[in-house]
């Protein structure tokens, strides 16, 4: 773990909706908005069930060589819980504008040098903000889905999923995908992924096309990926690499979707998601590191 001087963390406010923002910040310049993932991740990159700390150990990488972080709390979770009534009544656009928000912040502590990392599902976040940033040095994408999202549930329920209810999850995404919402009849099995109260943010999601998005954006472009991630593919980042021919793509052998290194049994990459004391694997805070600050 990277011992950092006492006092060097602080903790930061943006506006929200209806209450503040929150997130924890790290000086240095230039400045790296890490955006996470889907769910109840919170700003270390820990949720229900997970505790890699990939976040705050990706904070503290990039602080050792002198950029600096913020990694923040959803609207509705966590620090942010004030800033909405129901963390599961958002869009993805509402995350996007919660990043605009963080960018002004952080322009006028005088982050001259902006840049978005977002992780998983905050990939996608970071490309639609960056609609609204003209200003952005560019992007980081780790371990970001390059296909629409029902392309990668599919793969992933698939591979978890028994026959039968492989068939109703395909009858779920195939309405999703049709802009036709949830049923109120969910078998009780699907509902952590396919809750009716979600159904506002999956239609916002679903109708996200990755590799357009990558193709829309021009500050300069990285995409990070670990070659043994169970959740998004070589092919996703090969996508979104294609999509933007100046984009940098970095495979990691090894390393899994909360980017630690990791053996080829399953068991040992599913551990990881609960150890916080595995540190990134190696590569990962070196290709951000060089790509938003690269030696003179």
Known sequence: M?????????????????????????????????????GATDRD?????????????????????GIGSLRIDKRGLHGSRAAVPDAEAVTMADYAADIAAWAGVLRARGADRLWLAGHSEGGLVALLAAGRLPDLCGL???????????????EQLDRALPGPLRAEAEGLLARLEAGQGLPEAIPPALLPLFRPSLAG??????????PA?????RPPLLVLQGLLDLQVTQADAAALAAARPDARLVLLPGVNHVLK??????????????DPD????????EAIADFVAPAP
């Open 2 to 38: 990277t011992s950092l001087p006492a006092g060097a963390e602080t903790r930061l406010q943006a506006p929200g909706p209806q209450g503040p923002l929150e997130g924890s910040l790290l000086p240095g310049q230039p400045m790296v908005l890490i955006i996470p993932g889907s």
């Open 278 to 285: 595995r540190p990134l694997a190696p590569g990962v805070v």
């Open 213 to 217: 998005l990558a193709a829309a954006v």
């Open 140 to 154: 980081v994408l780790l371990a970001t889905p390059g296909r629409r999202i029902g392309l990668v549930l599919r």
């Open 45 to 65: 990159g820990n949720g229900p069930g997970y505790r890699p700390e990939t976040y705050r150990l990706l904070a503290e990488g990039l602080a050792a060589r």
């Open 261 to 274: 290194a990791v053996g080829e049994d399953p068991a040992d990459n599913l551990a990881a998601y609960a």
């Open 201 to 210: 943010f999956l239609a916002s999601l679903f109708a996200l096309d990755p």
